[in-house]
């Protein structure tokens, strides 16, 4: 299983990051190449690229900012496992976002994906 990790600081408090970052149905107002988002039960449904891929809320820890994912269905993964982080640093933020996928390569493609995905929350949450 591949590894990867993308970070970004953002001037804006942990709280206000993670009300963005918490809200799983929201991804689609602040992901770059996603055109629609739909939530159903656990599962939240993009459409991107044009690929309709299904992702399922693993877990969200809301005292600790932390969100747990996994893609279902849709993209080239046979595993797959997101994880996004919120840590307060005084009064702004340090988010991660981890990835575990097989194949291997498929953490390097999601690494950059979401490298990017963090400049435009960092966008969205500074305007």
Not at 40 to 53: F, K, Q, Y
């Amino acid at each position: 299983m591949g590894h990867g990790n993308a970070t970004i600081d953002i001037d804006g408090s942990a709280d206000k990051v993670w009300a963005v970052i918490g809200d799983f149905g929201g991804i689609g107002d602040w992901m770059p190449g996603v055109e629609s988002c739909r939530v159903e039960g656990e599962d939240r449904i993009l459409v991107t690229m044009g690929m309709e891929i299904t992702e399922r809320l693993v877990s969200k820890d809301d005292a600790a900012r932390v969100l747990t994912y996994s893609i279902t269905n849709g993209a080239p993964v046979e595993s797959h496992q997101g994880v996004i982080t919120v840590t307060p640093v005084g009064e702004t933020s340090h988010v991660t976002w981890d990835v575990d996928a097989t194949p291997d390569e498929m953490a390097e493609v999601m690494t950059s994906i979401y490298q990017q995905s963090l400049a435009a929350l960092k966008t969205h949450v500074e305007g």
